[in-house]
């Protein structure tokens, strides 16, 4: 990647899964972390037609569908599941350097 930009999707259920609440809880408690404008983020809702048409481009994208709830960082399957607020920064911080 070109930039220090980092583009977060959480492949979720907006409404009705608390593990998806959680990725995103997550994600916003440790957004302040990254200078402003550096960390972008979007849920990709499983239970609309545009998150659905989105998780099977990821899907084609990243050679396997991504599980529902998982975290894809930079168009990359990152966590097949939640992971602590440690573990996604360092991620995060990860995809910002490279």
């Known amino acids: ?18 593990l998806c609440d959680l990725a995103l809880a997550i994600l916003v408690e440790i957004a302040p972390e990254f200078e402003k404008g550096v960390l972008q983020w979007e849920v990709v809702d499983v239970s609309s037609r545009e998150g659905v048409m989105r998780h099977a481009e990821l899907g084609a994208i990243c050679k396997r569908m991504p599980a529902v709830p998982s975290i894809i960082i930079n168009e990359r399957i990152a966590f097949d599941n939640i992971p602590d607020m440690e573990a996604l920064s360092a991620a995060i911080s990860d995809h910002q350097q490279s």
């Open 1 to 18: 990647m070109d930039s220090p930009n980092v583009m977060v999707e959480i492949v979720a259920k907006k409404k009705g899964c608390i």
